[in-house]
């Protein structure tokens, strides 16, 4: 059995650093799984201090027509071989605050076929341990193409449930409305 998500041997690609937290949705429209999962790769170009920025998270997509669930194919925008991420930090989560990654991809298909992407955004300041921070929501019309255009819908700090840590958004439709 191959799987799903296979390794990359090269760090300047998708799929090096860690492969997981998947979330899935079904199209009907096309017939088509959508698997978003979180990755990482070396952050090209980063030259601060804080060392534990060189690698950058995003969000990939494998897809598996019809309906199918075994065979995928890993969304390749330039077709060069190498997977292409669908989601990465947007200027509102930028490096230079120690931003690092998104994680935990929760996606779904509204009545009209806009995809919604929610997500969580980590932290890594210098000598601290990483913290999911943030959660948001871009959307695509074709699953692949995503726009952030919610950001901070939770952040932690405060004295309630949120206080230490916000992750692993799950979305519900009720009517016209996301909660």
Not at 14 to 42: C, F, H, V
Not at 96 to 115: C, H, K, M, Q, V
Request: aromatic share 14%; proline share 4%; hydrophobic share 30%.
């Amino acid at each position: 059995v191959s799987p799903v998500i296979p390794y990359t041997e090269d760090a300047s690609h998708w799929g090096y650093y860690q492969s997981a937290e998947p979330g899935a949705t079904y199209n009907s429209n096309d017939d088509t799984i959508y698997l978003y999962y979180r990755t990482m790769k070396l952050r090209t170009g980063y030259t601060g201090s804080n060392g534990n920025l060189n690698t950058i998270g995003g969000i990939c997509l494998a897809t598996s027509p019809g309906n199918d669930g075994t065979n995928f194919t890993h969304y390749d925008a330039d077709n060069d071989s190498f997977r292409d991420a669908v989601m990465v930090q947007s200027s509102n989560y930028p490096v230079e605050d120690d931003y690092r990654w998104l994680s935990t991809p929760y996606a779904l298909i509204d009545s009209d076929g806009l995809f919604h992407l929610f997500y969580d955004v980590a932290r890594h300041p210098e000598n601290e341990s990483w913290i999911q921070v943030a959660l948001a929501h871009a959307t695509s019309s074709d699953g692949k193409s995503f726009s952030e255009i919610e950001s901070d819908i939770y952040t932690i700090n405060g004295n309630d449930w949120k206080h230490f840590e916000v992750r692993a958004p799950s979305v519900i439709k009720e009517g016209d409305n996301l909660k």
